[in-house]
């Protein structure tokens, strides 16, 4: 029965997604403290680095058509090597975290910290660095756009697979131990395949908060210098600052090429491929054709004789015999336990922490006062009004829409597909048309800049919406039917239970990319004209384009403190709940 369910490929469930559901530890409040005084000592220790900017040599922006292209294949270069040292950074962290208990300790709780600093908020300090480090030359402006992608990507990409390798299977582990694997074959021949399913999935939807990122990152002001690399996004950015809406309109089409390209030609084989991996048995994607790029890369001998022989090296190289060899039935040996070890270990952690802290107070004490302090803190507020409201008007409409799709089939699956394009468009491409909207009909910033918060971040409740309702049980729905429940007591009794789990996933994906977008959404600019909303995304991007990076390190960090207490107090309970108490097995 429920194998004529829709199956997703690319299930959030499926494929560990999810952060463990912990709620504010130790570990967490100390690290945060040792984020933020390790973040002061090192821009206080940096200062040549820190002043004056020197705008690289970078080529003239030009608004014509023919230019398009060039910029569409700069932005598609920057996402691809994004990508790629994201791939290498989360094999690195999440394999360290996975084998070593030690480094969990850290590694771990500092996941959920760099997830809820808002990436756009240290924008400014990626720039100011990498153009310090690289004065004058167009690499460094680069390498700070591809950097603030990768801080959009990495961290998820990192949490999927380590909870992918701390899920391995204990039979397959033991059958790797009957067939004497060394641990390094062990990895990469056990655990990486049963990592790979998460992997592409993670990847695949980092790459939607990417591209939000990265149309932001190639255009920005710091200190009233304007640095601007050829891609879509800074040409969206002239094209808005000289009020050219076809230009605009042509920017908008080419960003939606692009992200069909990376989705036909990238994402669409790798998720066929990754299904390969998958641990469930009996149960495939209805919809999951092969792809074009598949069938033509079977067809073309020479690509197909190079992908054989990369495959065919990689196997090789992850065979190797390195590494202890554990025989059938082997324990791993327990770690002596070394107490001199153990001490010098929380001795250095209680160090760095102490010094974090006499940081941080220094700093902290020095150049704010607390009038400054509480300012930003009501900002702040003003801020999580907005997120708060957004969140509660998108699943207003988008939960009944979700079960609707989600109850059939063939509507699920090709609303999937819509779905998961909206939610990989960068939604802050549209932000100059609002604006332009807004001074034409001289309406408030206040309230219409608003609704800009959750136009790219709304789809993560739909998609998650569709993916609940989509693996709901039928006989539940029979039950129900047979029973006649029908209106508010099947939402109440029946439905809403068994999707909760589902929604409070996608809730905390939007309310991330919400703050997020919030630096975008409450100051945008059309013309000579810049359209401002009261909050913490404003104050951030004015102190940015100020170029005054003690007040954009305190919104920033006010930002990140008030999503980590959304999260610790709110969400991760109510998700913890939700899986304890309403999860269907």
Request: aromatic share 10%.
């Given at each position: 029965?429920?194998?004529?369910?829709?199956d997703f490929?690319?299930?959030?469930q499926?494929?560990?997604?999810?952060?463990?559901f912990?709620?504010?530890?130790?570990?967490?409040?100390?690290?945060?403290?040792?984020?933020?005084?390790?973040?002061?000592?090192?821009?206080?220790s940096?200062?040549p680095l820190?002043?004056?900017?020197?705008?690289p040599?970078?080529?003239?922006?030009?608004l014509?058509?023919l230019?398009?292209?060039?910029?569409?294949?700069?932005?598609?270069?920057?996402?691809?090597?994004?990508?790629?040292?994201?791939?290498?950074f989360t094999f690195?962290?999440?394999t360290?975290?996975?084998?070593?208990?030690?480094a969990?300790?850290?590694?771990?709780?500092l996941?959920?910290i760099f997830?809820s600093i808002?990436?756009?908020g240290?924008?400014?300090f990626?720039?100011?660095?990498?153009?310090?480090?690289f004065?004058?030359q167009?690499?460094?402006a680069?390498?700070a756009?591809?950097f603030?992608?990768?801080?959009?990507q990495?961290?998820?990409?990192?949490?999927?697979?380590y909870?992918?390798?701390r899920?391995v299977?204990?039979?397959?582990e033991?059958?790797a131990?009957?067939?004497?694997?060394?641990a390094?074959?062990?990895f990469?021949?056990?655990?990486?395949?049963c990592?790979?399913?998460?992997?592409v999935?993670?990847a695949?939807?980092s790459m939607?908060?990417?591209?939000?990122?990265?149309?932001?990152a190639?255009a920005?002001?710091?200190g009233?210098?304007?640095?601007m690399?050829?891609?879509?996004?800074?040409?969206?950015?002239?094209?808005?600052?000289q009020?050219?809406?076809?230009?605009?309109?042509a920017?908008?089409?080419?960003?939606?090429a692009?992200?069909?390209?990376?989705?036909?030609?990238?994402?669409r084989?790798l998720?066929?491929?990754?299904?390969?991996?998958?641990?469930?048995?009996?149960?495939?994607?209805?919809?999951?054709?092969?792809?074009?790029?598949?069938?033509?890369?079977?067809?073309?001998?020479?690509?197909?004789?190079?992908?054989?022989?990369?495959l065919?090296?990689t196997g090789?190289?992850?065979?190797?015999?390195?590494g202890?060899?554990?025989?059938?039935?082997?324990?791993?040996?327990?770690?002596?336990?070394?107490?001199?070890?153990?001490c010098?270990?929380?001795?250095?952690?209680?160090?760095?922490f102490?010094?974090a802290l006499?940081?941080?107070l220094?700093?902290?004490?020095?150049?704010y006062?607390?009038?400054?302090?509480?300012?930003?803190?009501?900002?702040?507020?003003?801020?999580?009004?907005?997120?708060?409201?957004?969140?509660?008007?998108?699943?207003?409409?988008?939960?009944?829409?979700?079960?609707?799709?989600?109850?059939?089939?063939v509507?699920?699956?090709?609303a999937?597909?819509?779905?998961?394009?909206c939610?990989a468009?960068?939604?802050?491409l549209?932000?100059?048309?609002?604006?332009?909207?807004?001074?034409?009909f001289?309406?408030?910033?206040d309230?219409?800049?608003t609704p800009?918060?959750?136009?790219?971040?709304?789809?993560?409740?739909?998609?998650?919406v569709?993916e609940?309702?989509?693996s709901?049980?039928?006989?539940?729905?029979?039950?129900?039917?047979?029973f006649?429940?029908?209106?508010?007591?099947?939402?109440?009794?029946?439905i809403?239970?068994?999707?909760?789990?589902y929604?409070l996933?996608g809730v905390l994906?939007a309310?991330?990319?919400?703050?997020?977008?919030?630096?975008?959404?409450?100051?945008?600019?059309?013309?000579t004209?810049?359209?401002?909303?009261?909050g913490?995304?404003?104050?951030?991007?004015?102190?940015?384009?100020?170029?005054?990076?003690s007040?954009v390190a305190?919104?920033?960090v006010?930002?990140?403190?008030?999503?980590?207490?959304?999260?610790?107090l709110?969400?991760?309970?109510?998700?913890?709940y939700?899986?304890r108490?309403?999860?269907?097995?």
């Open positions: 029965m429920t194998a004529a369910r829709t490929s690319y299930s959030s499926n494929s560990s997604t999810r952060l463990p912990r709620h504010l530890t130790a570990a967490d409040a100390v690290l945060s403290i040792c984020v933020v005084g390790l973040a002061v000592l090192a821009g206080t940096v200062g820190l002043g004056p900017l020197v705008p040599d970078l080529p003239p922006l030009h014509g058509l230019w398009l292209p060039d910029y569409a294949l700069r932005t598609s270069l920057r996402m691809l090597a994004a990508l790629a040292v994201s791939l290498i690195a962290y999440a360290l975290a996975a084998k070593s208990r030690r969990a300790r850290i590694l771990v709780p996941l959920d997830q808002p990436v756009l240290f924008l400014a990626t720039v100011t660095f990498f153009l310090g480090v004065p004058g167009v690499m460094g680069e390498l756009a591809v603030t992608v990768f801080t959009s990495a961290w998820r990409m990192a949490s999927g697979m909870q992918s390798l899920s299977p204990a039979e397959l033991e059958a131990r009957g067939f004497g694997l060394t390094w074959q062990k990469w021949r056990l655990e990486v395949p990592a790979i399913p998460a992997l999935w993670n695949m939807m939607a908060g990417g591209w939000f990122v990265l149309v932001y190639e920005v002001t710091v009233n210098r304007a640095i690399v050829p891609g879509i996004g800074s040409y969206v950015a002239l094209a808005a600052r009020r050219d809406s076809l230009a605009v309109l920017g908008l089409i080419a960003m939606l692009v992200i069909l390209v990376y989705e036909q030609v990238l994402f084989p998720t066929v491929w990754a299904s390969r991996f998958r641990l469930e048995t009996g149960v495939q994607d209805e919809g999951m054709a092969e792809p074009w790029v598949l069938r033509a890369l079977r067809r073309t001998r020479i690509l197909r004789v190079s992908i054989d022989a990369l065919s090296a090789k190289i992850g065979s190797l015999p390195l202890r060899r554990q025989g059938r039935g082997q324990k791993t040996p327990a770690a002596a336990s070394n107490t001199v070890l153990e010098l270990w929380w001795g250095v952690l209680g160090l760095v102490l010094s006499e940081q941080t220094r700093y902290g004490l020095s150049a006062t607390a009038g400054q302090i509480g300012h930003v803190v009501v900002a702040g507020f003003y801020t999580l009004l907005r997120v708060l409201g957004m969140l509660c008007l998108a699943s207003l409409i988008w939960v009944p829409v979700g079960v609707w799709l989600g109850l059939d089939p509507r699920a699956r090709r999937y597909k819509i779905v998961q394009f939610a468009f960068p939604a802050n549209f932000f100059p048309v609002v604006a332009a909207g807004v001074l034409y001289h309406l408030s910033p309230f219409w800049l800009l918060v959750m136009l790219g971040a709304q789809w993560y409740i739909l998609f998650t569709i609940g309702a989509s709901f049980p039928p006989a539940l729905l029979e039950v129900g039917q047979n006649e429940v029908k209106g508010a007591l099947w939402w109440r009794r029946i809403l239970p068994g999707i909760i789990p929604y996933t994906a309310s991330g990319a919400a703050w997020n977008a919030a630096l975008a959404a409450e100051s945008v600019q059309w013309g004209e810049t359209l401002k909303a009261h913490l995304g404003a104050y951030i991007a004015q102190s940015t384009a100020e170029g005054n990076m007040d305190l919104g920033v006010v930002m990140a403190l008030f999503v980590l207490i959304l999260n610790w709110v969400w991760r309970p109510l998700s913890d939700a899986h108490r309403l999860k269907l097995s």
